[in-house]
């Protein structure tokens, strides 16, 4: 009899503990009152998760209401006292929507509703390349944004976001990936399409780029700038190959027109000595108005043709012609062993012009300063062997670096055969001289296919009046110009840019 009365006991234990915590379970955690009416009080919302700028739709279907009471955070309206308010949320975040109910017999109860809006999904992507022979594969990057980090490969676990390609001719079906690389098999110009899905809401964003990826025949290849050369009697145009022999009439592929629409002839078309990349197009300085910006372009594809055979993709460059002189910026790092900065004004605004990796500065002769605008002080900077130099060129708060015109350099006292400048940024427009006038001493050197490194293929003679200079293919970018060399022995260099 005992165990059964404890046995009865226990029995009636876990019925009160089941009973308490299924009356816990009726009430709502997010109500703040003590008093809820469970039969009276319903309060409902279509949905509490959404995306930025999407509805949610409330209601109030409680019993023997009379009124109620709305707030919503971050909502728009930010109140209400309709039954059935429909509200739009604009901002990512988490919210609180708050309701009052009062009903006929004058009591109240009071709800809070939390509300997710997830940034919006806004689907975007690159391809790399966009123009390439046919039976070679695209790269394409997705860029969607709102959906967080995008695993470079989607594995099995990643299923809240469906990413969604599409290639009419080329993908029979949709490709399900973050990054896919595709192949396209033929010739032609294809639509790209990336659909990507948030499940947890539905939320829908597509990017489509129309005749995005284009394939040939026969490979092809890009340029990569054009400028014009210091002087103005010629742009240089850059391509990532070597040119092969330059067609007879490869100046009436091209076109140089002013902004009014005005034409400007390209009297003939060249290779530099300094490099088979570049073609050397020249032009009539007297036919061009300076400051006066100009568009050199190449629109028929499958005319214009390099040494591989490579088909060159059309382009369209927009040039500025500077004059056939420009403004150069008179420098002199005397002070600080070379290394202080030293303010110049270039057409009324002001630079700052820093260098570092200087050893020492020295007066030169100022005759023999390529970029000398006049008879003012200058000095020599040196550097050491197998050393960097580097340059900053930082506007004032009336200028921006768009406001340079060119940025160019020298280098003296240059390494033996052999010896390699390595520049942070394509150089193009290179002259070799020799102060003293002996053709004998001139040096001679060439450019790499990128332009980033000029190799010295004759050395001249080591001395001051021995020089190598050029101008930048694309102007300074904010980090500044880096130069390093390998030569055995220390050199200078002088750095200072033009106005536009």
Known sequence: MKLSLVSNLGKLFLFCLASMALFTACEPEDDDFFDFRPVDFFI?????????????????????????????????????????????????????????TTFADGSTQRRRLQVLVNPPVVANFSANPTALQRGNAVQFSNLTEGVGAIPAVLGAADTAIIHAWFIPGVTADTVFASNPSIVFPETGLYDVSLTVTRRSTGFVS??????????????VTQSRSARFNRDGSAIFLALNEPTGAIAADLTSRLSLSAAGGSTVAITSAEKPAWSDNVIQLNVD???????????LSFSETGTFTV?????????????????????????NFASGGGNDPVMATLNGKSFTFDQDGVTFAADANVNLFIFNPGMGPLTQTYHNNAST???????????????????????????????QYTFSQPVTDLRFVNGFGNPDFVPEGTLSDDGKTLTITKQGNRNQAVRISGILEDGISATGLMISHNAPEGGTVYVTASGR
Do not use: C, H
């Open 44 to 100: 409902d919302a279509d949905n509490v998760i959404i995306d930025a700028g999407q509805s949610i739709t409330y209601e109030d279907k409680s019993n023997n209401a009379t009124s109620r009471e709305w707030t919503f955070e971050g909502g728009s309206p930010a109140t209400s006292t309709d039954v059935s308010p429909s509200v739009t949320y604009a901002e990512e975040g988490t919210f609180l929507t708050f309701v009052t």
């Open 206 to 219: 597509t990017e489509t780029k129309t005749e995005y990826i284009q394939t040939f025949d026969d490979p």
């Open 285 to 295: 300085p007297s036919a061009m108005t300076a400051g006066t910006d100009y568009t």
């Open 307 to 331: 040494g591989s055979g490579s088909v060159v993709l059309p382009f369209s460059y927009g040039v500025t012609f500077l004059g056939e002189s420009q403004d150069w910026a008179l420098l």
């Open 389 to 419: 130099y580097s340059m900053l060129i930082t506007p004032g708060a009336d200028a921006a670096l768009s406001d340079i015109g060119d940025v160019g350099f020298e280098l003296g006292w240059l390494g033996p055969n052999g010896t």
